[in-house]
């Protein structure tokens, strides 16, 4: 079974640079998450996308962006890198929450991750 | 306050017994669903099982099953027949309400660790 795709896995980036993280959603999946996990903590949601539109909003700096694209793929954008920003950046993807039959409809399914590492 | 607690940082387990690791929740919203997670070395999240608050049976994945309490508010996890390769993170999630925001939240992770 098709599964999220991340690009790129690994990032490595000095401080004050820009970075681009992608993620390509599951077939038929609208909605797309991110989330930063920090060494030895737990993931921390970013921001999600349903059908383009922002549909939350998390503790993402202001540095960063997101936008969701017709084709559903989403693109974290890191402006003035920070060492702090150093983690791995998960995207995850779901079908429409609440609207489907099965009761794993709104399973949020996670891709493998970006490391980010900021020098 | 935190919404999802996991009280066992480190679980140690023999290969082929079982283990039950701790998950409670805190929410005042009737609608919520119940996730857990594996986290192996290598980083990626694995998704394992999900419980939804209106579920009526407790869910069942392979080895994997949720004994979940919603008058005391918990969703254990529990792994039957340990193998050397459930050795992981474990994550506990809550995703609350129906449409909105959809946004899990996790708790601190529980480390197993299956012994030979």
């Known amino acids: 079974a098709a599964g999220v795709i991340q690009s790129p896995r690994h990032l490595i980036k000095e401080k004050r640079e820009t970075a681009t993280l992608k993620c390509y959603p599951i077939?038929?999946?609208?909605?797309v998450y991110w989330y930063q996990q920090g060494p030895g903590q737990d993931p921390q949601f970013l921001i999600s996308f349903y059908e383009k539109m922002q549909s939350d909003k998390g503790s993402i700096p202001d540095r960063f962006s997101a936008q969701q694209f017709s084709d559903y793929h989403s693109e974290l954008n890191m402006s003035s890198l920070e060492l702090g920003d150093s983690a791995l950046y998960f995207c995850?993807?779901?079908?429409?929450?609440?609207?489907?039959?099965?009761?794993?409809?709104?399973?949020?399914?996670f891709g493998p991750g970006t490391r980010l590492t900021v020098l | 306050a935190q919404k999802i607690t996991q009280t066992q940082p480190g679980m140690f387990v023999q290969e082929k017994e079982a283990v039950t690791l701790d998950c409670t929740y805190d929410?005042?919203?009737?609608?919520?669903?119940l996730f857990w997670y594996k986290q192996p070395s290598s980083g990626e999240m694995i998704f394992l099982i999900y419980?939804?608050?209106?579920?009526?049976q407790n869910a069942t994945e392979g080895r994997y099953s949720l004994n979940f309490q919603k008058a005391r508010k918990s969703a254990n996890l529990v792994i039957s027949a340990s193998q050397l390769g459930d050795s992981a993170m474990y994550f506990c999630a809550m995703r609350e309400g129906v449409g909105g925001s959809e946004k899990l939240v996790f708790g601190k992770g529980t480390k197993l660790t299956v012994n030979p």
């Open positions: 995850a993807s779901s079908r429409t929450p609440g609207t489907s039959g099965s009761r794993r409809s709104d399973t949020q399914y």
């Open positions: 077939p038929r999946h609208d909605t």
């Open positions: 929410t005042s919203d009737p609608s919520y669903g």
């Open positions: 419980q939804g608050s209106y579920d009526q």
